[in-house]
């Protein structure tokens, strides 16, 4: 994520960046300094490290010294070198290719296998919606009833999200998604003020999906890339034709200091923002529907007129 940062999340994240590279350059000098102490100390050698005991025994054999008891022992220290050349090394046991045949050279032995090719949720994570609903048999059924099976199939799981939108409304969705993939939003806290979050769409054509992440910002500043999102919403778009329906679950981790509330204000604000509700209300919801758009855009292009004042003034009508 970090080399998609739009102009105006990069001028959000400018005040940590100095402090954050000030931490690893103290952190990295004391690893140097730790590394060079330890490879500046010379190993003793032999002799110094066994001097006491050699002095010992050349006194319990009667000699002057220790150079003395090496001049007695020179002879025998020869001929143990003499042996221990002598030896001959173990034969290595042969390769596989030495054992094969001569007549079969390297260059026209079998290629391997190639790998099998991976499910296509395996590298984006995601599931295709065939393997959590049969798509056959829904496909066939009234959109009451395809509603009602798809939140019945989200009701056991306390942390998860789900809708099933009509694609005229995320078609618009999408489409201004596809110019502004990036975003920040408000979840307003009465006792403590808001708190903002960095939204990220991404797209698997394999899959047929659009993803989108949430990542509270103070988590964003301090990991860069590697932030790890509290809430993904997928939305499904095999039904779009038949159906003319989106489904969407969305997950909500644990022990990531954000409510299921939370995430389903962010959600809300979502569609808002993205144009999901521009006809509601009249003029005036015309009027500030164009007020949210115009705020997307120009974080989006870095202008200096958006505000996070601003964004929470939006955020604080929608109730």
């Not at 039904?239 to 389903?264: F, H, P, S, W, Y």
Request: net charge positive; hydrophobic share 35%.
């Amino acid at each position: 994520m970090a080399s998609l940062r739009p102009p105006m999340l990069r001028h959000l994240l400018s005040s940590a960046s100095r402090t954050l590279r000030a931490s690893h350059q103290r952190r990295w000098a004391q690893v140097h300094d730790v590394r060079f102490l330890a490879t500046t100390q010379q190993p003793l050698t032999t002799l110094e490290k066994y001097r006491e005991k050699l002095a010992r025994k050349a006194q319990e054999e009667g000699h002057e010294n220790i150079e003395s008891l090496k001049a007695a022992y020179a002879e025998k220290i020869q001929k143990l070198k003499k042996e221990a050349d002598a030896v001959v090394p173990p034969t290595p046991p042969p390769s596989p290719q030495s054992s094969a045949p001569s007549s079969q050279s390297s260059s026209t032995a079998p290629p391997p296998p190639p790998p099998k090719p991976k499910k296509s949720f395996d590298s984006s994570g995601i599931k295709p919606l065939s393997s959590i609903l049969d798509l056959p048999k829904v496909s066939s059924l009234p959109e009451k009833e395809l509603t009602a099976i798809w939140r019945f199939h989200h009701a056991a799981k306390p942390n998860s999200l789900c809708a099933v939108i009509p694609s005229g409304t995320y078609a618009q969705l999408e489409s201004t998604a596809r110019l502004n993939p990036h975003f920040v939003l408000p979840v307003p806290h009465p006792d403590q003020g808001a708190e903002i979050h960095f939204v990220q769409w991404t797209w698997d054509p394999a899959t047929n999906t659009s993803t989108v992440l949430f990542t509270q910002l103070a988590e964003y500043k301090a990991r860069g890339e590697f932030a790890q999102p509290h809430t993904t919403v997928t939305h499904y778009k095999d039904l779009a034709n038949d159906k003319g329906v989106i489904l969407m679950q969305g997950t909500v981790m644990e022990d990531r200091g954000v409510k299921v509330q939370d995430a389903q204000f962010l959600v809300m604000c979502l569609q808002r923002f993205y144009g999901g509700w521009d006809g509601a209300g009249g003029e005036a919801g015309k009027e500030r529907a164009e007020e949210r758009r115009r705020l997307l855009e120009w974080f989006g292009r870095g202008d200096e007129r958006f505000s996070v004042e601003k964004l929470l003034e939006e955020a604080e009508k929608m109730g």
